[in-house]
Protein backbone atom coordinates (compact mmCIF):
# COMPACT_ATOMS: atom_id res chain seq x y z
CA UNK A 1 0.00 0.00 0.00
CA UNK A 2 2.47 2.19 1.05
CA UNK A 3 4.79 1.38 -2.24
CA UNK A 4 1.21 2.10 -4.38
CA UNK A 5 0.97 5.49 -2.57
CA UNK A 6 4.66 6.61 -3.79
CA UNK A 7 4.20 5.84 -6.71
CA UNK A 8 0.84 7.71 -7.44
CA UNK A 9 2.96 10.69 -5.62
CA UNK A 10 5.66 10.72 -8.39
CA UNK A 11 3.04 10.38 -10.93
CA UNK A 12 1.54 13.65 -9.55
CA UNK A 13 4.39 15.48 -9.22
CA UNK A 14 5.76 14.56 -12.85
CA UNK A 15 2.25 15.23 -14.16
CA UNK A 16 1.99 18.74 -12.64
CA UNK A 17 5.67 19.40 -13.79
CA UNK A 18 4.89 18.32 -17.53
CA UNK A 19 1.50 20.30 -17.64
CA UNK A 20 3.53 23.33 -16.81
CA UNK A 21 6.30 22.62 -19.04
CA UNK A 22 3.74 22.00 -22.14
CA UNK A 23 2.08 25.20 -21.33
CA UNK A 24 5.47 27.56 -21.42
CA UNK A 25 6.93 25.76 -24.58
CA UNK A 26 3.88 25.91 -26.58
CA UNK A 27 5.52 29.41 -28.19
CA UNK A 28 8.51 26.79 -29.25
CA UNK A 29 6.26 24.36 -30.23
CA UNK A 30 5.00 27.21 -33.27
CA UNK A 31 8.77 27.77 -34.03
CA UNK A 32 10.56 24.37 -34.06
CA UNK A 33 7.27 22.75 -36.05
CA UNK A 34 7.68 25.13 -38.71
CA UNK A 35 11.16 25.57 -38.92
CA UNK A 36 11.28 21.82 -38.61
CA UNK A 37 9.08 21.14 -41.62
CA UNK A 38 11.74 23.78 -43.50
CA UNK A 39 15.23 20.98 -41.87
CA UNK A 40 13.28 18.15 -43.46
CA UNK A 41 11.86 19.10 -46.53
CA UNK A 42 15.33 20.31 -47.08
CA UNK A 43 17.02 16.99 -45.97
CA UNK A 44 14.53 15.55 -48.31
CA UNK A 45 15.63 17.35 -51.54
CA UNK A 46 19.04 16.32 -50.98
CA UNK A 47 18.06 12.92 -51.02
CA UNK A 48 18.05 12.32 -47.51
CA UNK A 49 15.22 10.79 -46.21
CA UNK A 50 12.65 10.47 -43.19
CA UNK A 51 15.26 8.19 -40.88
CA UNK A 52 17.63 10.85 -41.88
CA UNK A 53 15.46 13.58 -40.50
CA UNK A 54 14.43 11.44 -37.23
CA UNK A 55 18.33 10.49 -36.61
CA UNK A 56 20.12 13.81 -37.10
CA UNK A 57 17.32 15.55 -35.01
CA UNK A 58 17.32 12.79 -32.54
CA UNK A 59 20.88 12.35 -32.15
CA UNK A 60 22.81 16.19 -33.30
CA UNK A 61 19.79 18.55 -32.52
CA UNK A 62 21.45 21.69 -32.78
CA UNK A 63 19.06 24.09 -35.29
CA UNK A 64 21.82 26.17 -37.16
CA UNK A 65 24.52 23.27 -37.88
CA UNK A 66 21.79 20.99 -38.86
CA UNK A 67 21.12 23.06 -41.73
CA UNK A 68 24.81 23.33 -42.51
CA UNK A 69 25.05 19.54 -41.66
CA UNK A 70 22.71 18.66 -44.81
CA UNK A 71 25.49 20.82 -47.10
CA UNK A 72 28.35 18.50 -45.52
CA UNK A 73 26.67 14.83 -45.73
CA UNK A 74 25.70 15.79 -49.64
CA UNK A 75 29.48 17.66 -49.94
CA UNK A 76 31.94 15.02 -49.14
CA UNK A 77 33.47 17.27 -46.30
CA UNK A 78 36.33 16.36 -44.15
CA UNK A 79 35.77 14.77 -41.07
CA UNK A 80 38.17 18.27 -39.58
CA UNK A 81 36.64 20.53 -41.85
CA UNK A 82 33.38 18.97 -40.58
CA UNK A 83 34.33 19.16 -36.54
CA UNK A 84 35.34 22.16 -36.97
CA UNK A 85 32.83 24.09 -38.05
CA UNK A 86 30.82 22.65 -35.47
CA UNK A 87 32.58 23.94 -32.66
CA UNK A 88 33.00 27.18 -34.27
CA UNK A 89 29.21 27.33 -34.94
CA UNK A 90 27.72 25.98 -31.77
CA UNK A 91 30.99 27.21 -29.26
CA UNK A 92 28.29 29.60 -27.76
CA UNK A 93 26.29 26.58 -26.20
CA UNK A 94 29.58 26.40 -23.95
CA UNK A 95 29.03 29.88 -22.58
CA UNK A 96 25.13 28.94 -22.12
CA UNK A 97 26.12 25.62 -19.96
CA UNK A 98 27.93 27.79 -17.76
CA UNK A 99 24.96 29.90 -16.71
CA UNK A 100 23.33 26.28 -15.60
CA UNK A 101 26.19 23.91 -14.38
CA UNK A 102 25.09 23.90 -11.20
CA UNK A 103 21.25 23.49 -11.71
CA UNK A 104 21.84 20.74 -14.28
CA UNK A 105 24.14 18.79 -11.87
CA UNK A 106 21.47 18.62 -9.18
CA UNK A 107 19.22 16.83 -11.61
CA UNK A 108 21.83 13.83 -11.48
CA UNK A 109 21.01 11.60 -14.04
CA UNK A 110 19.15 14.21 -16.18
CA UNK A 111 22.74 16.10 -16.34
CA UNK A 112 23.84 14.38 -19.64
CA UNK A 113 20.82 15.12 -21.32
CA UNK A 114 20.67 18.46 -19.89
CA UNK A 115 23.67 19.92 -21.66
CA UNK A 116 22.89 18.10 -24.78
CA UNK A 117 19.77 19.41 -25.16
CA UNK A 118 20.52 23.01 -24.08
CA UNK A 119 19.56 24.95 -27.25
CA UNK A 120 18.88 28.74 -27.67
CA UNK A 121 15.56 28.46 -27.17
CA UNK A 122 15.58 26.36 -24.32
CA UNK A 123 18.49 28.59 -23.25
CA UNK A 124 16.31 31.77 -23.52
CA UNK A 125 12.99 30.30 -21.79
CA UNK A 126 14.73 28.48 -19.04
CA UNK A 127 16.57 31.99 -18.11
CA UNK A 128 13.37 33.57 -17.97
CA UNK A 129 10.65 31.12 -16.57
CA UNK A 130 10.37 31.42 -12.88
CA UNK A 131 9.27 29.04 -10.36
CA UNK A 132 6.24 28.90 -9.31
CA UNK A 133 5.36 29.31 -5.39
CA UNK A 134 3.66 26.08 -5.26
CA UNK A 135 6.79 24.47 -6.89
CA UNK A 136 8.73 21.68 -4.17
CA UNK A 137 12.73 21.49 -5.85
CA UNK A 138 11.89 17.83 -7.21
CA UNK A 139 8.58 19.80 -9.19
CA UNK A 140 10.38 22.72 -10.69
CA UNK A 141 13.69 20.37 -11.41
CA UNK A 142 10.94 17.77 -13.05
CA UNK A 143 9.88 21.22 -14.91
CA UNK A 144 13.45 22.40 -16.37
CA UNK A 145 13.72 18.54 -17.23
CA UNK A 146 10.62 18.41 -19.62
CA UNK A 147 10.61 22.20 -21.05
CA UNK A 148 14.23 20.55 -22.29
CA UNK A 149 12.63 17.14 -23.58
CA UNK A 150 9.37 18.52 -25.11
CA UNK A 151 11.41 21.50 -27.03
CA UNK A 152 13.20 18.31 -28.55
CA UNK A 153 10.30 16.16 -29.36
CA UNK A 154 8.80 19.45 -30.93
CA UNK A 155 12.22 19.89 -33.29
CA UNK A 156 12.02 16.06 -33.99
CA UNK A 157 8.02 16.22 -35.10
CA UNK A 158 8.63 18.72 -37.21
CA UNK A 159 11.66 17.13 -39.04
CA UNK A 160 10.02 14.27 -39.59
CA UNK A 161 6.62 15.77 -41.08
CA UNK A 162 8.68 17.40 -43.48
CA UNK A 163 10.78 14.53 -44.88
CA UNK A 164 7.33 12.80 -45.04
CA UNK A 165 5.91 16.11 -47.23
CA UNK A 166 8.67 16.01 -48.96
CA UNK A 167 8.30 11.98 -50.35
CA UNK A 168 4.43 12.21 -50.35
CA UNK A 169 3.30 15.72 -51.54
CA UNK A 170 5.13 16.30 -55.37
CA UNK A 171 5.07 20.03 -55.38
CA UNK A 172 8.22 22.85 -55.80
CA UNK A 173 10.62 22.93 -53.41
CA UNK A 174 12.68 25.55 -55.48
CA UNK A 175 13.89 28.22 -52.74
CA UNK A 176 13.47 25.77 -49.85
CA UNK A 177 17.19 25.85 -49.12
CA UNK A 178 16.98 29.06 -48.01
CA UNK A 179 15.34 28.55 -44.94
CA UNK A 180 18.64 28.24 -43.66
CA UNK A 181 19.98 31.49 -44.89
CA UNK A 182 16.57 33.19 -43.78
CA UNK A 183 16.83 31.70 -40.29
CA UNK A 184 20.96 33.09 -40.01
CA UNK A 185 19.52 36.56 -41.22
CA UNK A 186 16.72 36.72 -38.74
CA UNK A 187 19.34 35.58 -35.49
CA UNK A 188 21.67 38.02 -36.97
CA UNK A 189 19.17 40.77 -37.44
CA UNK A 190 17.72 40.33 -33.71
CA UNK A 191 21.59 39.82 -32.45
CA UNK A 192 22.37 43.26 -34.03
CA UNK A 193 19.93 44.73 -32.09
CA UNK A 194 20.43 43.45 -28.95
CA UNK A 195 23.95 44.02 -29.23
CA UNK A 196 25.79 46.45 -26.93
CA UNK A 197 28.74 46.54 -29.17
CA UNK A 198 29.07 45.91 -33.15
CA UNK A 199 33.06 44.88 -33.09
CA UNK A 200 32.30 41.48 -33.12
CA UNK A 201 29.50 41.27 -35.65
CA UNK A 202 31.51 43.90 -37.97
CA UNK A 203 34.99 41.38 -37.97
CA UNK A 204 33.28 38.38 -38.83
CA UNK A 205 31.60 40.10 -41.96
CA UNK A 206 34.91 42.14 -42.82
CA UNK A 207 36.69 38.42 -42.87
CA UNK A 208 34.28 36.66 -44.53
CA UNK A 209 34.12 38.74 -47.53
CA UNK A 210 37.71 39.19 -47.23
CA UNK A 211 38.16 35.07 -47.60
CA UNK A 212 35.86 34.68 -49.99
CA UNK A 213 37.15 37.16 -52.14
CA UNK A 214 40.55 35.42 -51.07
CA UNK A 215 40.12 31.88 -51.67
CA UNK A 216 36.67 32.15 -54.34
CA UNK A 217 35.07 28.30 -52.62
CA UNK A 218 33.16 27.12 -49.91
CA UNK A 219 36.40 26.56 -47.68
CA UNK A 220 36.50 30.13 -46.70
CA UNK A 221 34.85 29.47 -44.11
CA UNK A 222 37.22 27.71 -41.90
CA UNK A 223 39.81 30.55 -42.26
CA UNK A 224 37.57 33.32 -41.94
CA UNK A 225 35.95 31.54 -38.77
CA UNK A 226 40.30 31.58 -37.21
CA UNK A 227 40.43 34.81 -38.41
CA UNK A 228 37.21 36.11 -36.49
CA UNK A 229 38.25 34.50 -33.20
CA UNK A 230 42.12 35.34 -33.37
CA UNK A 231 40.89 39.37 -33.60
CA UNK A 232 38.30 39.23 -31.11
CA UNK A 233 40.65 37.58 -28.45
CA UNK A 234 43.22 40.41 -29.23
CA UNK A 235 40.28 43.14 -29.22
CA UNK A 236 38.94 41.46 -26.06
CA UNK A 237 39.32 43.98 -23.56
CA UNK A 238 38.17 46.84 -26.16
CA UNK A 239 34.86 44.66 -26.22
CA UNK A 240 34.49 44.20 -22.96
CA UNK A 241 34.77 48.05 -22.54
CA UNK A 242 32.71 48.94 -25.25
CA UNK A 243 29.78 46.81 -23.48
CA UNK A 244 30.69 47.96 -19.62
CA UNK A 245 30.27 51.47 -21.69
CA UNK A 246 26.83 50.49 -22.60
CA UNK A 247 25.32 48.80 -19.99
CA UNK A 248 22.92 50.96 -18.54
Not at 127 to 138: E, G, L, Q, V, Y
Request: with cysteine.
Amino acid sequence: MLKLYYYEEIYQTMKKAAKFALIKTIPIFLGYLFLGIAFGLLLQKSGLGVFWAFLISTLVYAGSIQFALVGILTGGLSYITTAVMTLFINSRHAFYGLTFIERFKEMKKAYPYMVFSLTDETYSLLCSMARPADFTDREWKQATFFVSLFDQCYWVLGSVLGALMGELIKFDTTGIDFAMTALFVVICVDQWKAARTHIPAMTGFICGALFLMLIRTSNFILPALAATVAILLFLRRTVEQKMEDNNP
